[in-house]
């Protein structure tokens, strides 16, 4: 049974940094497309980076230069490191996995296709920015 178990979020002020992990069980993040995304309630979840099977990374337009997802295969952990966060950063931030090989575009977290071809999801972790 594979579980991702998000960890990291909390409460920061503007400017401040963050560094969210996952950590998988009965799942292995190498080759594979997975991703960080976040929901506010009422509205769609929306992906914030992304790194596809071949290792690259792909961003979202507001968190490019701020954000970087990395992934630690030998600990089998999905990083996010968040820097000069914005008040429009706070969200429920979620873990996400797909069974699949994707490459590119297929990855891009900008696409609701990557986020619905998602096969795993974590529970979240509330990331609350504000001064």
């Known amino acids: 049974q594979v579980q991702l178990s998000e960890s990291g979020g909390g409460s920061v002020q503007p400017g401040g940094s963050l560094r969210l992990s996952c950590v998988a069980s009965?799942?292995?993040?190498?080759?594979?497309?997975v991703g960080w995304f976040r929901q506010t309630p009422g509205k769609e979840r929306e992906g914030v980076a992304t790194?596809?099977?071949?290792?690259?990374?792909y961003y979202a337009d507001s968190v490019k230069g701020r954000f970087t997802i990395s992934k630690d295969i030998a600990k089998n952990t999905l990083s996010l490191q968040m820097n000069s966060l914005k008040v429009e950063d706070s969200d429920m931030y979620y873990c996400?996995?797909?069974?699949?090989?994707?490459?590119?575009?297929?990855?891009?977290?900008?696409?609701?296709?990557?986020?619905?071809?998602?096969?795993?999801w974590g529970k979240g972790t509330l990331v609350t920015v504000s001064s």
């Open positions: 009965g799942y292995a993040f190498s080759n594979r497309c």
């Open positions: 790194n596809d099977s071949a290792g690259r990374t």
């Open positions: 996400a996995a797909d069974t699949g090989s994707r490459f590119g575009d297929a990855c891009a977290p900008g696409s609701p296709r990557t986020r619905d071809a998602m096969d795993y």
